[in-house]
């Protein structure tokens, strides 16, 4: 079984650049997560997506990020512009599990994406 | 809500000596428990999970005991390897389902020859 992909794997941008990120989930996961991790530190959830719903947003930094689940399957994370503080690794997560179930809850995630802002 | 809180490192071994990492959460109820783990240049992957209270979640000679009593996820393992060398992260559900996690800030491992 294929895993979680993401490209590019890094990225230097300077700030007010923009920048894009894509990920293509697990086949047949329909719940896909972003997360932004800055160095020293665990994950945050940026955004949450069922198919290509939005189930939870309430930490994405609307001014600037902005993310789309097309057809629920891939998924684009956008930032624009990009400021410093953005510079960390964003991971994408996929799961199968059904929203509430508390089947596990175990997320598939792929190898991330290295931004730095200069 | 709930949270986790993960001792800080790094925290360096020689190989074959024994590997504690403490884990200690605050939640409504008992949710689910993990610890993933994220080798150099990788996405994290799960490592154990537990899913009630007295369970013991174990992968790769790692284990780690849900105590609802002193409300911890302690990871240990027995003889770590090199190839351990790895960030662990330990985990649990936001309040309010939804299938969200929250991770702590982790812990750096690094084994010694």
């Known amino acids: 079984e294929a895993g979680v992909a993401q490209s590019p794997r890094y990225k230097i941008i300077e700030k007010r650049q923009s920048v894009a990120f894509w990920c293509n989930p697990i086949?047949?996961?329909?719940?896909l997560y972003w997360y932004q991790q800055i160095l020293g530190q665990g994950p945050k959830l940026l955004i949450q997506f069922q198919n290509n719903g939005v189930v939870d947003d309430s930490q994405l930094p609307k001014d600037r990020f902005s993310a789309e689940r097309l057809k629920g399957v891939d998924s684009t994370l956008k930032i624009q512009p990009a400021k410093l503080e953005d510079s960390a690794v964003y991971l994408c997560?996929?799961?199968?599990?059904?929203?509430?179930?508390?089947?596990?809850?175990?997320?598939?995630f792929g190898p991330g994406t290295r931004l730095t802002v200069t | 809500g709930n949270s986790v809180t993960q001792m800080e490192g790094p925290v360096t071994l020689s190989e074959e000596a024994f590997l504690t990492i403490n884990c200690t959460y605050t939640?409504?109820?008992?949710?689910?428990l993990f610890w993933y783990v994220q080798y150099p240049g990788e996405g994290l992957q799960l490592l154990l999970k537990?899913?009630?209270?007295?369970d013991k979640g174990s992968n790769k000679g790692f284990e780690a005991t849900y105590r609802k009593e002193t409300t911890s996820f302690h990871l240990e393992k027995g003889s770590v390897q090199v190839s351990d060398s790895a960030v662990y992260f330990c985990?649990?559900?936001?309040?309010?389902?939804?299938?969200?996690?929250?991770f702590g800030a982790g812990t750096r491992l690094a084994v010694h020859p």
């Open positions: 997560a996929s799961s199968s599990l059904i929203p509430g179930s508390r089947a596990g809850y175990e997320q598939y």
């Open positions: 086949s047949g996961h329909a719940t």
């Open positions: 537990a899913t009630k209270a007295d």
């Open positions: 939640a409504t109820g008992y949710p689910s």
């Open positions: 985990a649990l559900p936001l309040s309010g389902g939804y299938n969200k996690l929250i």
